[in-house]
């Protein structure tokens, strides 16, 4: 484990700008190490400091389950939090919204033969070549392969990539899925007590602790695959909540079902586990079961007139109706907030619940939050008319999802 106060010297972000990622100067900077030291102050006994850690998960995929998790994080940005986003599902679509794709293959590349192998290519390069990659931004399989692999820890941790001040980004790897096959292997050895075996259990979930104490982030978001294998039992189970994003249709519901089945089978699980652990053990894992934190409907198409209070088809509408009721038959109420309190809608009301239609693509495509679109410099010009005669739509984006932000935030403290 990377103790906070032994990295002395944490490179800072790697600053996202102009589609292009630069160092953002403070290396060894005083004004850095004087934030640093602030962080390391929140800290208690030289332990790191605890975010909140909540995933956005769904068995069902098609549910714009991207394009959520990258605008909640932004507008939790613009209420304050610092956020960091660790793109864990091994498909990256997390990291192919926000970043260019000359930007991916250039963190990929650098970190291949490590991925390989990483004690070999670790032996191949001098002390000060693996410092200077060590200090450029790393994706999370990068960080997690040591563990993978059973060797040393790194000396420092690679630094995250700022997609703005309070937005921070781990790129994910397609590779990732030779971690979640690591997980499988070693699950049986941490009914045992097995030190690497629960080492790889735990690692992702001491991560986000770590690089909390040296950024001082205040939330880190997991993004997960959809399925319920290996990697998202100890993802979903390493977090302290979770929300669901559905779309209004038959999959959603079979795939909260699912996910009740899931979630109670990892509960008996872990129970048994910590009955076994010594309460050293015991410790690497969170003190509390994850918890369902709510449910949204999400890109969802606006049909006005029906007669219904979610202006959606009569078919969707049906659909929207048995989200709770699915989620109040099928998740053991010991695995979520009360339900009284997150069952009476979705998320923030109906402020995020229909589609953006084109409005994402455009975000993705410039790697922004869809309200900044009108404003950016970085428009090509054969989008800047479709951009500027939509500019209100976009622009009235901010104020859904703060308000999506905003209860977001109210469940979380009550985790």
Not at 62 to 73: F, P
Not at 250 to 274: E, P
Not at 302 to 326: C, F, K, M, V, W
Request: with cysteine.
């Amino acid at each position: 484990m990377i103790r906070a106060d032994l990295q002395a010297f944490p490179p800072c972000p790697f600053e996202f700008t102009n589609n292009s990622l630069s160092s953002c100067g403070h290396y060894r900077n005083a004004d850095w190490i004087s934030r640093k030291n602030r962080y390391r102050s929140r800290t208690k006994e030289g332990e790191p400091m605890k975010p909140s850690i909540v995933t956005i998960f769904n068995n069902k995929g098609g549910v714009g389950k991207t394009t959520l998790t990258y605008h909640l994080a932004h507008a939790l940005g613009e209420l304050g939090k610092k956020v960091l986003l660790i793109d864990l599902d091994p498909q990256c679509n997390l990291t192919i919204f926000s970043l260019p794709m000359e930007t991916i293959h250039d963190i990929w590349v650098a970190e291949d033969d490590f991925v390989d192998d990483f004690a070999a290519a670790r032996s191949k390069v001098s002390s000060p070549d693996f410092t200077t990659l060590l200090k450029k931004p790393r994706s999370i399989h990068f960080d997690l392969k040591p563990t993978e692999d059973g060797t040393a820890e790194l000396d420092f941790l690679p630094p995250p990539i700022a997609l703005n001040d309070r937005v921070h980004l781990i790129p994910g790897r397609l590779t990732l899925h030779l971690f979640e096959a690591k997980i499988g292997e070693r699950w049986s050895g941490i009914y045992q007590g097995d030190p690497l075996s629960i080492r790889t259990g735990t690692r992702v979930r001491q991560l986000a602790y770590e690089y909390a104490a040296l950024y001082g982030y205040d939330l880190v978001i997991f993004d997960t695959s959809p399925s319920l294998g290996a990697l998202n039992r100890h993802l979903l189970t390493l977090a302290d909540g979770f929300l669901i994003p559905c779309s209004p249709d038959l999959f959603s519901v079979y795939g909260i079902r699912n996910i009740g089945s899931a979630l109670h089978t990892w509960r008996k699980q872990f129970d048994s586990i910590f009955h076994l652990l010594s309460d050293v053990k015991r410790s690497q894992f969170p003190e509390k079961f994850v918890k369902l934190i709510g449910y949204t409907i999400y890109n969802a198409k606006r049909y006005s007139g029906l007669g219904n209070d979610l202006d959606l088809a009569t078919a969707h509408y049906n659909y929207a109706r048995q989200i709770p009721e699915t989620i109040d038959k099928f998740i053991d109420p010991e695995n979520a907030l009360p339900f009284k309190e997150i069952l009476s809608g979705s998320m923030g009301g109906n402020s995020v619940i229909h589609s953006h239609n084109t409005l994402p693509s455009m975000s993705q495509k410039y790697h922004l939050p869809m309200w900044l679109l009108p404003d950016s410099t970085e428009i090509e010009p054969g989008d800047r008319s479709t951009i500027g005669g939509n500019q209100g739509t976009y622009r009235a984006t901010k104020g859904a999802y703060t308000t999506f932000a905003s209860d977001f935030l109210s469940r979380v403290a009550k985790l």
